[in-house]
């Protein structure tokens, strides 16, 4: 990647996807692998996110006050989106990723429309014990075969009734497991190129400092505009990725 106007092109797509994160504590790897994805194959375009979505994943992590009751509460969930992620990745490296990230778009459209327009969905305590798993299984799953790490794991984590700040920080701990998880299976199946992986460290920059913008916007909002705008992100989000399937 020596082409001068495609490492800006990836400078301000990274940027852009860190100032979304920033605000919503979510959308880089949607907003890079959809922008990336008209420039580079699917392969290409998840290695080069891996190094910058880790980073930002974990910043967003230990940016929080409540880790060890969050990891208390959320680790089956993480360790059945490691597995997931880890026997996913078949798909991607085959590069088979459109139908599948359709489906996600058109998933994401349907929960932020219906949560905007109706009540909140609310997942009973009683009833996390048997879904976190099967959640982040499916989640993994989905991360495996698209390089995307939002559903089902944001609208369940949403559905959890966490405060603004608790729901990012637990964000943070899904992304950085399925970073990490995503990573690892490229990487056993000889579909991480090195080349990529190695100049995905030239966008850590831009994504922290398109970050770092997004929270300094977030920390000015209510609770009530902050569930607003995070859903709105995710119907903009699912729009984006059904529109780039089916181009």
């Known amino acids: 990647m020596s082409d001068p106007a495609l490492l800006l092109a990836v ?4 940027f852009l996807a860190g100032l979304v994160k920033g605000v919503t504590g979510m959308g880089l790897p949607t907003v890079a692998m959809g922008a990336l994805g008209a420039l580079l194959s699917p392969v290409a375009a998840a290695a080069l996110l891996v190094v910058p979505s880790l980073v930002t994943n974990v910043w967003q992590l230990f940016d929080g006050p409540r880790l060890a009751p969050l990891l208390a509460r959320l680790w089956p969930m993480m360790a059945a ?3 997931g992620t880890l026997a996913g990745t078949s798909l991607l490296a085959r590069g088979s990723t459109g139908l599948t990230t359709a489906a996600l778009g058109i998933a994401l459209i349907a929960y932020a429309a219906y949560s905007l327009l109706a009540r909140q969905i609310r997942v009973p305590p009683r009833h996390e014990a048997w879904l976190a798993p099967v959640i982040g299984l ?7 075969g698209t390089g995307v790490f939002v559903i089902p794991a944001v609208p369940y984590l949403q559905a959890l009734g966490l405060a603004k ?9 899904s992304f950085t497991v399925s970073t990490l998880a995503l990573g690892a299976g490229l990487a056993l199946r000889g579909a991480y190129p090195l080349g990529e992986a190695m100049l995905s460290g030239l966008a850590i920059v831009p994504a ?5 913008a997004g929270q300094m916007v977030r920390g000015r909002i209510s609770q009530t505009a902050f569930r607003r705008w995070f859903l709105v992100g995710l119907l903009l989000l699912g729009v984006h990725m059904l529109a780039g399937a089916l181009r």
């Open 208 to 212: 922290l400092l398109g970050m770092r």
């Open 138 to 144: 499916t989640t993994g799953a989905v991360t495996g």
């Open 11 to 14: 400078a301000a797509t990274f």
């Open 81 to 83: 989106i490691a597995l």
């Open 165 to 173: 700040d608790d729901l990012v920080q637990a964000l943070g701990l």
